[in-house]
């Protein structure tokens, strides 16, 4: 039998990170929606809290660091969810999720939590885990060439004695300006194509690396977006993540491995924004008279109510699809599949709950009384960033279908 509740350790870090959600977040959430680019410095108190927590061996408040499940660090109840290993992965999602509830901006602003830090926890080396495991680290991909294709990086990195030698643009950089470090895609020979694309951590005092500017954007304004310049810029040898060999082979599978782990964690912050939506809808409904019944069908219901019901049913698939995946990542199942199943569920019930939110709840629902509209707003870039709709929906019918890139385009 399957049992759906969580563990007790990782219900006691997903309360912990609901608090912070609650105390902290929510009450500066409209504050930094109306100031873009300001640094929300309340965050500095809690990256020392999550200093503190992670020297204690805790786990971590936001939860982007995610990654590596390590066995000691795991809760072993073969009665508790799904059976097995839940480590790292598992309390990531619920940490990302909780705090996403509070305000996904400034879940992506949360010091030494950057997406780029789960990118290292899945493929760094023990020596490297040691070096960059309490660096804030960012992730950078994109260039003003292409965004879904990361197949087509052009940033170039050269070996130079014992540095690499970075150059090239990278837009759309979250927490670009204020992360201690960025992990940055690569192609160590352009000839050699995808299999060549290596990822390299780049601290934030590297000769050669600056911001040219940030983006003003649609929502989660409280979180940085950042255009990086790489001019030269120099960076140990031993930066590089994973093998410096070029295995045509293997292709593209060494940083494409960093998206397994990262998706989940998307799907599970449009998951807590669409439960925080869900939740003052329901409020707001309640106020207005209108009943939500669990024991009458939906057809016999007022018709907002019934709306709520197919929206919650929904979230309930999202969420389940987002703990799959990091479980099976936790337990080292290949799960491409399921992450982006996951990603691609979650990104459009989180796009289409908080824009029916808006709606159901009239003019309140799309005035600044209430976060609705922000939460409308916010929700989209989880949608598209870690790889669009479109880009998930294409990966799972590759796997499903059993075609390849170059198959099913
Ligand atoms: C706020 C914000 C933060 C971001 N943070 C980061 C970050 O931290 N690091 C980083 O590297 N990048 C980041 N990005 C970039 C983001 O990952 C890209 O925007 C995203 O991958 C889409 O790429 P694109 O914008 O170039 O769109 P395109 O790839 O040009 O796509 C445009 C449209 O075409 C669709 N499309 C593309 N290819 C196909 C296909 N084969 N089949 C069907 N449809 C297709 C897409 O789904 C999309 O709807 C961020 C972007 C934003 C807006």
Redesign the pocket.
């Known amino acids: 039998m399957i049992n759906l509740e969580l563990p007790k350790k990782l219900r006691a870090s997903a309360n912990q990170a609901h608090q912070v959600a609650q105390e902290i977040f929510r009450p500066i959430s409209r504050k930094y929606d109306l100031a873009e680019h300001e640094y929300p410095v309340e965050l500095d108190t809690m990256a020392a809290m999550v200093e503190g927590l992670a020297d204690s061996g805790t786990q971590k408040i936001g939860g982007a660091a995610g990654g590596r499940s390590d066995d000691s660090d795991s809760d072993r109840h073969a009665t508790e969810l799904l059976g097995n290993t839940n480590g790292g992965n598992m309390s990531a999602l619920l940490n990302a999720l909780e705090t996403s509830w509070g305000d996904v901006g400034l879940m992506l602003s949360i010091p030494y939590q950057g ?1 780029g830090n789960a990118a290292i926890a899945a493929v760094a080396t023990d020596e490297q885990l040691k070096r960059f495991g309490k660096v804030w680290a ?5 260039e003003p060439s ?4 990361s197949a087509a990086v052009s940033t170039t990195a050269v070996l130079d004695g014992d540095e690499w030698v970075l150059n090239g643009e990278k837009i ?3 927490a670009g300006q204020r992360s201690t470090h960025i992990v940055v895609w690569a192609t160590v020979d352009k000839s050699l194509g995808r299999a060549a694309i290596k990822s390299f951590v780049v601290p934030r005092d590297a000769p050669g690396l600056s911001v040219a500017r940030l983006e003003h ?1 649609l929502g ?1 304004k409280a979180s940085d ?1 950042a255009v990086l310049l790489l001019q030269d810029c120099r960076i140990p040898k031993d930066n590089i993540l994973g093998s410096p060999e070029v295995n045509v082979e293997k292709g593209f599978a060494g940083v494409m491995q960093t998206f397994d782990n990262t998706r989940p964690l998307v799907a599970a912050m449009a998951i807590g924004v669409a439960r925080a939506a869900l939740e003052e809808l329901r409020s707001i409904l309640t106020g207005a008279g209108v009943e939500i019944s669990y024991d009458t069908p939906a057809n016999n219901q007022h018709a907002a109510a019934a709306e709520f019901l197919r929206m919650e049913a929904d979230y309930e698939a999202a969420y389940l699809l987002a703990l799959r995946a990091a479980w099976m990542a936790d337990n080292k199942k290949p799960n491409s599949l399921e992450a982006s199943m996951s990603k691609a569920k979650a990104g459009r019930t989180g796009t289409d709950v908080t824009l029916k939110a808006v709606e159901l709840a009239g003019a309140i629902g799309y005035s600044q009384r209430t976060l609705l509209e922000k939460w409308g707003r916010d929700s989209k ?1 989880l949608d ?8 998930q929906q ?1 990966i799972v019918a590759r796997r499903i279908l059993g075609k390849t890139s170059a198959e099913l ?1």
């Not at 960012?138 to 994109?142: D, H, K, V």
């Not at 292409?146 to 294709?149: A, K, N, Q, R, V």
């Open positions: 997406l960012s992730m950078a991909i994109t292409f965004g879904s294709d759309f950089v979250t954007k989660i977006t870039i598209i960033f870690e790889g669009t709709q479109q880009i294409l385009k």
